[in-house]
């Protein structure tokens, strides 16, 4: 009910304060990185007289359904998985049109400085979908720590065939992650938030994925929307050497370009 009342707010607010037409782009976004990126599309974008707005969203249930309901005309805060997820677990049918950057996710603690500190019968926080819990039980496993049964696509806790250290799991939702660091051993955390405490996953994540991580954080719209004039334009601004060279000098490192 209380998810139900904020996406109600939320909506409302939309509707009120950001129109959406032909010369009006509403974007829903995550604030670190993605509002900061279309920040710097926004002038590119009045030229051709266009006007971005950008909603910041850090709820993960609303983007989604705003933007299949036509309340936004595109998101810009998930990975093709977690879309792939949503778009069967709600019935939506929302489409990936440009992929913009990769944001590695990354293990981080306030109890230990270093991984191989890492106590028998710790306590790991990883987030409830499958698309993001698959993703830091992969991490986990590349760094030896656990084994996954190889038959599954998108690995749960439930799917360890090996836990060396019997690590005990709890998952949660992504965007409270960061407030579990006090209460865990170690949590998986996306870089989005991680930018959001002042830590750069280059330097403090104890566990990282490498660099040819499929997760790239995408630009999202309704199916059919796609080539319509606004969301052209919206992709073009998007894929420009300016944005390009703002993500490598802005993050260094912690984000990625991925055009």
Do not use: W
Not at 149 to 171: C, G, H, M, R, W
């Amino acid at each position: 009910m209380k998810i139900l009342k904020l996406a109600i707010a939320f909506l409302t607010a939309l509707n009120l304060n950001a129109k959406s037409d032909e010369k009006t782009i509403v974007v829903g976004v995550s604030p670190v990185p993605h509002a900061e990126i279309l920040e710097v599309v926004k002038p590119k974008l009045k030229e051709q007289g266009y006007e971005l707005v950008i909603s910041e969203i850090t709820d993960y249930s609303i983007p989604n359904i705003a933007t299949n309901d036509g309340d936004l005309d595109a998101n810009f805060f998930q990975h093709q998985p977690y879309l792939d997820e949503q778009n069967k677990n709600l019935g939506l049918n929302l489409v990936k049109t440009l992929a913009v950057h990769v944001e590695p996710m990354g293990f981080y603690s306030n109890k230990i400085k270093n991984i191989n500190e890492l106590k028998d019968g710790s306590v790991v926080a990883i987030a409830h979908d499958p698309s993001n819990s698959n993703r830091a039980l992969r991490i986990l496993e590349n760094a030896e720590l656990i084994k996954i049964d190889q038959s599954v696509k998108f690995a749960s806790p439930y799917d360890i065939t090996q836990n060396v250290k019997n690590l005990k799991f709890i998952e949660i939702e992504g965007a409270l992650m960061p407030r579990t660091l006090d209460e865990v051993d170690l949590a998986a955390i996306s870089t989005n938030f991680v930018l959001d405490m002042g830590l750069n996953p280059a330097t403090d994540a104890l566990l990282i994925e490498n660099s040819n991580s499929p997760y790239a954080n995408i630009i999202v719209t309704k199916n059919g929307n796609e080539n319509s004039p606004k969301i052209k334009a919206l992709n073009n601004a998007v894929r420009s050497d300016e944005v390009r060279n703002f993500i490598i000098n802005r993050y260094k490192g912690a984000v990625i370009p991925a055009f």
